[in-house]
């Protein structure tokens, strides 16, 4: 089955700045990318997707990247802002009855 | 607000009992999955139902079980708990089978005991 690594576990940045967020997964057939937001207590929410015959989706601050050769993508928040605080899950996924595979998920921390 | 609507909020239940969550999707999908997150973790698939029929299912037991009805609303029904059980149980609900956004409810936080 699909196996989904996330890096870091958290990440601690200067307001204002800008945070990135990795994953990579195993297998070769998942063709969509979502991101997830979650905050204490709080229901993940969709914060952005990409499929795989994109290789890059921008809304406003947030940027998702796809390689599909390396197997690889990423979430880029630019401007960080006090409220960008919570935890980033990635997840994997063929759509459909197979589900979507999550990785562990980061820990972002936007610093006064 | 996505509209999937869970109940109830908190649950605690002891080791060995059996527990049925439940969940209502958003207007006009008819496809609900399920997910379990341990805490510190992200959700892991349990199953997906459409059409009242399950769909696709996750690397969990049979004592997880499922149903949906006409109007796509869904339950979750564990039997046998156990202690590891305790997590916070998530449905996500999209606009079909085929279809990839897939939108959380709030959550059911079930403690073993």
């Known amino acids: 089955g699909e196996n989904v690594e996330q890096h870091p576990s958290t990440l601690s940045v200067q307001e204002g700045d800008s945070a990135v967020i990795k994953c990579t997964y195993s297998d070769s057939a998942s063709n969509y990318f979502p991101w997830y937001k979650q905050e204490l207590g709080k229901r993940p929410q969709l914060i952005i997707d990409?499929?795989?015959?994109?290789g890059e989706k921008k809304d406003q601050r947030i940027a998702v990247t796809l390689n599909k050769t390396a197997k690889h993508f990423s979430l880029h928040i630019t401007e960080t802002q006090p409220e960008d605080s919570a935890v980033y899950f990635c997840?994997?996924?063929?759509?459909?009855?197979?589900?979507?595979?999550f990785g562990k998920g980061t820990h972002l921390i936007i610093q006064p | 607000e996505t509209g999937v609507t869970q109940s109830p909020t908190h649950l605690i239940k002891t080791r060995g009992q059996q527990v049925t969550l439940r969940c209502s999707s958003q207007s006009g999908h008819n496809t609900v999955s399920w997910y379990q997150q341990a805490l510190g973790q992200g959700p892991q698939f349990i199953f997906q139902y459409y059409r009242e029929e399950e769909n696709g299912r996750g690397n969990f037991p049979p004592r997880f079980s499922g149903l949906q009805f006409p109007n796509y609303s869904s339950e979750l029904n564990v039997n046998a708990l156990e202690l590891d059980d305790s997590a916070l149980y998530l449905c996500?609900?999209?606009?079909?089978?085929?279809?990839?956004?897939?939108?959380f409810g709030p959550g059911t936080r079930l403690t073993v005991t």
């Open positions: 997840a994997a996924g063929e759509g459909g009855a197979d589900g979507l595979t």
């Open positions: 990409i499929r795989s015959n994109v």
């Open positions: 996500a609900s999209s606009l079909g089978r085929g279809d990839y956004e897939q939108y």
